[in-house]
């Protein structure tokens, strides 16, 4: 019986999260597809660098390397837009499907690699780019076939919201607890995305656009990160009851369309209040279904590597190249 051929691009906290739960899943992986799951290569950047990889599997720097594997998924896990969608479309043009967790990539040419993705007739998921291990995307279009979204908000970046809780359960500074998330892995390789809330807008970017069901564009979103945020302010909030939490909102005004990402209090009756440490949320409203709310671990290794090879499951269970799967 022929493999799955998985190619992984990137190595870093998710992409070595992947290999793991690949190798460690190997069993499950064939119950669940009907054949085996083999890496065959591995895109990294510096090839000096000592990884723990199996000598069977190709490490390389060259894409086209990778691509040379007959690979039926790339998974990628790289940080920005480039050289990850120039990536994304040489293997699609070769026929394999995508499964992604970047976001920046993602925000900027996700309406443009599905295009090709369609035409190609290979899938592209996602499901990892937004929320952590929340089913956001698969659950969002699920429900929004005939309900419209008639607002949203949400708390989409784990790092900002641990560094608020460490603050104020613990009196931590900022940087202290942006310490602390970057050592267990939450915060991205430049953690200036997290603080300043460009890796929020990005998640909203994607949301926004499977809501809408159009294209969004990153610049109309208005971003506001968390540096102003300090102790005092916060201990101010908590005398009232109420608690700091970065914010990223969709809502409408008339026919018009409002995005944001901002600090903003809110009282112990708002849906965020309670959402702690790691944790990330949508409230989500729709016109029949009223208000729903997701709540799960936003940011980290596992949580995050295991909703991608979720998704891989979900793509090879609908190809036609998979055979008999033992459960579903
Ligand atoms: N740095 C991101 C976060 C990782 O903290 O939410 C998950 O996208």
């Known amino acids: ?9 990137g190595f870093g906290t998710v992409g070595s999260g992947v290999y793991e739960l690949i190798n460690h899943e190997q069993k499950r992986l064939r119950e669940l597809i009907g054949r085996p799951v083999q890496i065959v290569a591995v895109l990294i950047n510096d090839e000096r660098k000592q990884r723990d990889i199996d000598q069977d599997i190709l490490v390389t720097s060259n894409i086209d ?6 690979v039926d998924v790339v998974v990628e ?11 994304l479309t040489k293997a699609i043009h070769q026929g394999c499907h995508v499964v992604t967790a970047n976001k920046e990539m993602f925000a900027y040419k996700g ?13 592209v998921y996602y499901e990892a780019a937004v929320a952590g291990a929340i089913p ?16 949203l908000e949400a708390i989409l970046n784990g790092t900002t919201n641990y560094i608020l809780t460490e603050m104020r359960e613990n009196g931590t500074s900022l940087e202290a607890a942006l310490k602390t998330a970057q050592a267990q892995g939450y915060a991205e390789s430049d953690p200036t995305n997290d603080v300043e809330g460009y890796d929020a807008l990005y998640k909203l970017v994607i949301l926004s656009e499977l809501l809408l069901g159009k294209q969004v564009n990153c610049t109309t979103v208005e971003r506001e990160g968390i540096k102003e945020v300090n102790l005092e302010s916060i201990k101010r909030a908590s005398k009232r009851n109420h608690r700091i939490k970065h914010v990223a909102k969709l809502a409408f005004e008339g026919d018009k369309l409002q995005l944001y990402i901002r600090p903003l209090e809110v009282d112990e009756d708002h849906p965020l ?7 990330n949320a949508v409230v989500v409203t ?12 936003g940011a980290g290794k596992f949580p995050t590597a295991s909703v ?5 499951v979900d793509i090879m269970q609908q190809d036609q190249r998979a055979v008999s799967p033992v459960v579903r």
């Open 273 to 279: 209040f309670a959402v702690e440490g790691v944790d």
């Open 111 to 123: 309406f443009e690699l599905r295009k090709q993705a369609n035409e190609q007739r290979v899938e």
């Open 77 to 87: 896990a790289i940080v920005g837009v480039e050289p990850a969608y120039t990536y």
């Open 308 to 312: 991608m090879v979720d998704d891989l």
């Open 136 to 151: 956001i995307i698969s659950t969002l279009r699920d429900v929004f076939k005939v309900n419209r979204v008639a607002r």
């Open 286 to 297: 729709g016109n029949y279904v009223g208000q729903l709310k997701f709540e799960g671990p």
């Open 1 to 9: 019986m022929s493999s799955i051929k998985v190619a992984l691009l």
């Open 65 to 70: 390397d990778v691509l040379a594997q007959e």
